[in-house]
């Protein structure tokens, strides 16, 4: 919406309304003198008279709207001498959806977003956020079919919510998971394994990520490699900064905060490319450096290669923070499932500056594996048709901790471990209709038990993997959520010990 215009009505011409009246009156013909006593009608003033009557009403509409214009006019100035204050709030009422502030149209998208006014409306407006994604073209297809669930279930038969423990299912996810059963297992066959090998999950999940997300054209994405740990070989990190971000405006110190990332995957599966999106949308909607990691996976490099190589990481970023444009200290870790386990690890290990490394700033857990036992009442209840499966995490755990007393051990299960006092501040997200829901729920109890400053969110209709399905609106929006809520606690935490 256009700010009001200070300049004078166009229509008017800029006349006082006096002058308008005036010269109405004289196109009518009429008079201010006192008037005559009427004539004795005759054919020719009989004529005159409808003419006369039309001229008088012209002249009395001008006077009308000319009296309209001056008290329209007399109300601006008025309302110009409120203070700003009432000023501004009076437009926000009259105008509830109009762009304020730095998310007016003409602002800079740097200086437009994260920061600013109407932060909400810029995040979840989908005709802003469009301008900054690219969707292959068979992803943004399928989520032209995916966004009419009702139409996709109705054809599929399958019309009937799907209800557990009290929970109703997404029906964009239920629509989706209906699609990927009726076609996504056509390589089944009884001559091929149930099971494809790691190879070949690694190759398929490529595959289905690259349609899953949008591609944000609004962040700088460069990649590198860095010393892996104790002579291991060096591993590949992939960094994200949303453009006009980290130019020393964030941090009273100069600098943006850190986040580095780990990816999920069952510590098998996933690696850079799988969550480039999810990456991209934290770096963008949390104005943070996010630092993703391409730890070594299972079954090539069982435990603790994954641990080793993310707390290498980890330390190489407090290591290089003038190079990076990071604040020091202000380093956070995040990660999904698998890497939500491998963010806790490093949160522990780190402790009070354990390691000659100073603690992360914060942590961000989303729907982590944290219990190697799976003993939980949702992996038994969530463990069959939710896209995470009990048998899926009971073959993860095999190829990651093929020796069973691993499992004892918090670095594999840092539910376990005996003292959680003193660890970062935790923002910890589930889902609904996840075997692991527990696990990050018991983990929230546990870490306020210990004193630490938890922000525990369970989406209660969503599935494991929410935060990488794009193509999914709600899910989307509940990534974005989940991004903003990480910047925020990446600035608000306290710097860890040991900074």
Not at 3 to 16: K, L, T, V, W
Not at 91 to 113: F, I, K, L, Q, Y
Not at 438 to 456: F, I, M, T
Request: glycine share 12%; net charge positive; with cysteine.
């Amino acid at each position: 919406m256009e700010p009001p215009s200070d300049q004078p009505d166009a229509r008017s011409g800029g006349a006082s309304p006096g002058r308008v009246g005036s010269a109405g009156a004289s196109r009518s013909g009429s008079t201010r003198s006192t008037p005559k006593a009427p004539a004795p009608a005759t054919a020719t003033s009989r004529k005159a008279t409808p003419r006369k009557a039309a001229s008088t009403r012209k002249a009395a509409s001008t006077r009308k709207a000319a009296s309209t214009r001056e008290a329209a006019s007399t109300r601006e100035a008025a309302s110009t001498r409120k203070p700003a204050s009432t000023r501004e709030a009076a437009s926000t009422r009259e105008a509830p959806g109009a762009p304020t502030g730095a998310d007016a149209p003409g602002v800079p998208p740097s200086d437009r977003g994260p920061r600013g006014p109407g932060r909400g409306r810029w995040l979840y407006d989908r005709r802003i956020q469009r301008r900054y994604e690219r969707w292959p073209l068979a992803a943004r297809a399928l989520a032209g079919v995916l966004r009419h669930p009702e139409l996709v279930l109705a054809l599929l038969g399958t019309r009937a919510p799907v209800e557990h423990d009290g929970r109703v299912l997404n029906r964009n996810t239920q629509a989706m998971m209906g699609l990927a059963e009726r076609f996504g297992g056509a390589d089944r066959t009884a001559d091929r394994p149930e099971r494809p090998d790691p190879v070949t999950m690694r190759r398929q999940l490529r595959v289905s990520a690259g349609v899953a997300m949008p591609t944000r054209t609004d962040v700088h994405v460069w990649g590198r490699t860095i010393p892996g740990p104790g002579g291991a070989p060096d591993i590949p990190v992939r960094l994200y900064r949303r453009f006009g971000s980290g130019l020393g405006t964030d941090t009273a110190s100069g600098g943006q905060p850190a986040i580095v990332f780990f990816h999920g995957g069952g510590w098998v599966v996933g690696d850079l490319g799988t969550h480039d999106g999810t990456c991209r949308l934290l770096a963008a909607v949390s104005r943070c450096l996010v630092v993703a990691v391409d730890y070594r996976l299972a079954p090539e490099h069982p435990f603790p290669a994954a641990v080793d190589d993310c707390l290498a990481a980890y330390r190489w970023v407090h290591g290089n923070t003038d190079e990076l444009g990071v604040a020091p200290g202000r380093v956070g870790v995040m990660g999904d499932s698998a890497g939500g386990n491998l963010a806790a690890v490093v949160a522990q290990q780190t402790r009070h500056g354990r390691g000659g490394v100073p603690a992360p700033v914060a942590q961000g857990l989303v729907y982590p594996a944290l219990d190697s036992h799976l003993d939980t009442d949702s992996s038994r209840s969530m463990g069959e048709g939710f896209f995470l499966t009990r048998a899926d995490m009971e073959y993860f755990r095999s190829q990651y901790l093929p020796h069973r007393s691993d499992w004892e051990d918090p670095r594999a299960s840092p539910m376990l471990a005996d003292d959680v006092t003193g660890l970062a501040p935790a923002l910890i997200v589930t889902a609904g209709f996840d075997p692991l829901r527990d696990d990050g729920a018991g983990y929230a109890e546990a870490l306020r038990k210990g004193g630490a400053d938890v922000e525990y969110r369970c989406y209660q209709d969503q599935i494991h993997g929410f935060l990488g399905m794009g193509i999914l609106p709600d899910s989307l929006a509940l990534a974005t959520e989940v991004c903003d809520a990480m910047g925020t606690l990446m600035r608000r935490a306290p710097l860890g010990p040991g900074a």
